[in-house]
């Protein structure tokens, strides 16, 4: 089986991309292709398989995306990040036994004399 081989500018317009993005991405590994000399070349099977490749994981990624539901901007969002711990005396003082630390929260003076 023999494959056509394709010149940047032939296979940027099989690919649907400016031809500066395609050497981008052939440069680092991205999209399969070879220099030559100077000249890149790009072999046209490779590159459909490359399509094939895109298309196939991105019906993944959408088939497995949750469903979103339209949520009105004057309700409360809960955060996203942070701790829901609420500080409390008694988990205070346990707090403060697990590291060692005196039973009261006394501040200590920092200066010296």
């Not at 070879?34 to 991105?58: D, N, P, T």
């Not at 609420?86 to 929260?105: D, I, T």
Request: charged share 20%; hydrophobic share 40%; net charge positive.
């Amino acid at each position: 089986m023999s494959s056509r081989t394709l010149g940047a500018v032939e296979a940027a317009q099989l690919l649907h991309i400016h031809p500066q993005t395609l050497m981008a991405r052939a440069r680092s590994g991205v999209i399969p292709g070879c220099r030559v000399g100077r000249a890149w070349v790009f072999v046209e099977s490779l590159l459909i398989e490359y399509l094939v490749a895109q298309s196939l994981s991105r019906v993944s990624v959408a088939g497995t995306q949750e469903k979103t539901e339209c949520r009105s901007t004057e309700g409360k969002t809960p955060p996203i990040f942070g701790s829901n711990f609420r500080q409390s005396v008694a988990n205070l003082a346990l707090y403060r036994s697990a590291l060692g630390l005196p039973k009261s929260e006394k501040q200590q003076s920092s200066m010296t004399s």
